[in-house]
C-alpha cells in the first residue's frame, strides 16, 4: 500500500505562505500520497495553488449536519467546495478543545463519508491510560465507537502524551498498537478492514520518519509541527519511499 504522508498546520499559517509551500511539495516525488490539511481560511487558495499537482488538501473538522444555525462551524460540503478531499476528524485537541466524545465524531465521519469527502479518524490514550496499561484497551474502544459502520477512511493512532512534545512511542509500542488497530478493524469491518491505511502520528521529523515508517502497518504519518516547514515534510515523504 502507498503510504500517506499528511501535514496538519492546526491553526498556523497566512496566505504568504502558501506560493512557496505549495512549489516545494510540488516538487516530492513519485510513490509517495501527500496532504495538506491547513487552517479554513486558506483551503481554498492552497487548493487553487496544487491543482496541478498530486497533493491532496484536507480540513481539520466538519460539522455534523449539513447546514444549520452553527456559529463558526464549516460543513462537509463546504470543504469539498473548497478542494478538499480529506477531513481530519477527532484530533484529540478537538476532543480536549471542544469536548468531542467518539459518539460525535462518528456522526462527523459519517457526515464527511455522506459529502464525499475521506476522514481521517484519530484515535489514541493519554500518557496515564499507558501507565495505567490501559492503551490498547482505550484506542479499541474509540475505534468501535468512533468509526461509523461500513467506514473506509484513514486511521490515525496519535498518542496524546506524543504530539508536540518531541516523544515518541518505542518501535515496538507503535508495532503492538498498530497490530492491535488492524486486528480491530478486522473485527469490526471484516475484510474491508485490511483496506484502511493506518498513519502513525505525534513528533513525527525528518530524523524519526522512515525508522517509523518503516515498522509494519505504518501506512503513513500525520504531521503536525514538521508540516509547517516545506523541506521538513518533504523529507519525510522521501523517508516514506524506503518505508
Ligand atoms: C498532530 O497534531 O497531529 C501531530 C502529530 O503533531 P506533531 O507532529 O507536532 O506532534
Redesign the pocket.
Same mark, same amino acid.
Given at each position: 500500500m502507498r503510504q500517506l504522508i499528511a501535514g496538519?498546520w492546526?491553526m498556523f499559517g497566512k496566505l504568504a505562505d502558501i506560493a512557496g509551500f505549495a512549489a516545494a511539495v510540488k516538487t516530492a516525488p513519485a510513490g509517495v500520497d501527500l496532504l495538506i490539511c491547513p487552517p479554513f481560511t486558506l483551503l481554498e487558495r492552497f487548493a487553487a495553488a496544487l491543482a496541478a499537482s498530486s497533493v491532496a488538501i484536507g480540513g481539520q473538522d466538519c460539522h455534523a449536519t449539513a447546514q444549520g444555525p452553527h456559529t463558526g462551524d464549516i460543513s462537509a460540503a463546504m470543504l469539498m467546495e473548497a478542494g478538499a478531499t480529506h477531513v481530519?476528524l477527532g484530533? !484529540? +485537541?478537538r476532543r480536549a478543545d471542544h469536548g468531542e466524545n467518539n459518539a460525535v465524531v462518528r456522526a462527523k465521519a459519517e457526515a464527511a463519508i455522506a459529502a464525499g469527502l475521506i476522514p481521517i479518524i484519530?484515535v489514541g490514550e493519554t500518557e496515564a491510560e499507558r501507565e495505567a496499561g490501559e492503551a490498547e484497551h482505550v484506542v479499541r474502544s474509540q475505534l468501535l465507537h468512533s468509526l461509523p459502520s461500513g467506514f473506509a477512511g484513514v486511521v490515525?493512532y +496519535?498518542p496524546v502524551w506524543?504530539? &508536540?512534545? &518531541?516523544r515518541t512511542p518505542t518501535e515496538e509500542d507503535v508495532t503492538a498498537m498498530h497490530a492491535a488497530i488492524r486486528a480491530g478493524l478486522g473485527a469490526q469491518f471484516g475484510a474491508a478492514g485490511s483496506a484502511v491505511r493506518i498513519l502513525y &502520528? &505525534?513528533?513525527?521529523?525528518p530524523g524519526n520518519a522512515a525508522t517509523l515508517l518503516a515498522l509494519p502497518e505504518v501506512g503513513g504519518?500525520?504531521?503536525?509541527?514538521? !508540516?509547517l516547514q516545506a523541506e521538513d515534510f518533504l523529507a519525510i515523504a522521501q523517508a516514506a519511499l524506503r518505508g
Open positions: 496538519n492546526k481530519i484530533h !484529540s +485537541e484519530c490515525a +496519535e506524543a504530539i &508536540g512534545t &518531541g &502520528g &505525534g513528533s513525527v521529523k504519518a500525520l504531521v503536525g509541527g514538521a !508540516s
